[in-house]
Nanobody, 124 residues
Framework: QLQLVESGGGLVQPGGSLTLSCAASGFILDYYAIGWFRQAPGKEREGVSCISSSGGSTNSADSVKGRFTISRDNAKNTVYLQMINLKPEDTAVYYC?????????????????WGQGTQVTVSS
């Protein structure tokens, strides 16, 4: 399966910002929708944001709408998740996935396997 590598996580105070990156290795992201997911301790993995293959359509979960922005740079074969005004409840391991299309803010029919993710911790 195709592999994606997440990076950019870290420890940030409430109200802070981070930008996560999702890079592809060995394949071209242009053909796929890309979704960001997160999994908090003791909770199931949930969709956060999704961007179409062209980048012309994006959607985010209500819990992050207005704070998280998903974007892609196909020339760099990378997708980003810009996060502002972070809250403690955003603490989670963040993952990205390549898939066939976005169903709302959830990327569907994944063609990539889950990577190790990147930890985001929001705490004072």
């Amino acid at each position: 399966q195709l592999q994606l590598v997440e990076s950019g996580g870290g420890l940030v105070q409430p109200g802070g910002s981070l930008t996560l990156s999702c890079a592809a290795s060995g394949f071209i992201l242009d053909y796929y929708a890309i979704g960001w997911f997160r999994q908090a301790p003791g909770k199931e993995r949930e969709g956060v944001s999704c961007i179409s293959s062209s980048g012309g359509s994006t959607n985010s979960a209500d819990s992050v709408k207005g704070r998280f922005t998903i974007s892609r740079d196909n020339a760099k074969n990378t997708v980003y998740l810009q996060m502002i005004n972070l809250k403690p409840e955003d603490t989670a391991v963040y993952y990205c996935a390549a898939g066939a299309y976005c169903s709302g803010y959830v990327c569907q029919y994944h063609v990539s396997s889950w990577g190790q993710g990147t930890q985001v911790t929001v705490s004072s």
